[in-house]
């Protein structure tokens, strides 16, 4: 049992390593109730999670600023 747990802490921090490494995280804060309202649409338009919904956006709203330069 002692392994296993072992090797969750070290899955658990190959994965925190990763994630480090090769993301940025910007932190969001939204009035209460939007982020239920945000799970919500998600869920209902078939996007795979909150954040993917963001990342989105924000790639359509630089595609759209962009146009207009």
Request: glycine fraction near 2%; include cysteine; hydrophobic fraction near 25%.
């Amino acid at each position: 049992m002692s392994d296993n747990k072992e090797n969750r802490q070290t899955r658990t921090q190959y994965k925190n390593d990763y994630a480090k490494n090769n993301y940025d995280r910007i932190a969001l804060s939204v009035n209460k109730g939007k982020k239920e309202e945000l799970k919500v649409h998600c869920s209902k338009y078939g996007y795979k999670s909150v954040n993917d919904f963001i990342i989105q956006a924000i790639n359509e709203k630089i595609a759209r600023d962009l146009e207009k330069m």
